[in-house]
């Protein structure tokens, strides 16, 4: 994962962006949405939004209860993050918020 495409998606969940729950296509890596743009945090690309849901939940398996746990709990980070005002805290909430995207990313692979 680039640090270009890291700072990117950060930014876009700072911004109100949602992290999906389906994989990117192309790569497996783990994805977010703004007004309608999904972004690869992995690869970069943006593919289409046509193949979500409950394909990729009965292929998940067991990962995807944990997996829907870690999102929820990467939602709530988030939700924390926007109203945070101190700095000291607002970096560890994204260290917290990046390790959260990187155990996704990889219960997904």
Known sequence: MSNELTKKAAEMLLNGATLLSEPCPYCKGVRV???GNALCVNCGKKPE???EG??????SGDNSTALMKLEEKLDKLTEELS???NHEKQESLLRSINSLVEIIKKMKD
């Open 33 to 35: 949405m703004k007004d």
């Open 49 to 51: 939004e046509k193949h």
């Open 54 to 59: 409950v394909k990729q939940n009965k292929e």
């Open 83 to 85: 109203d945070e005002s």
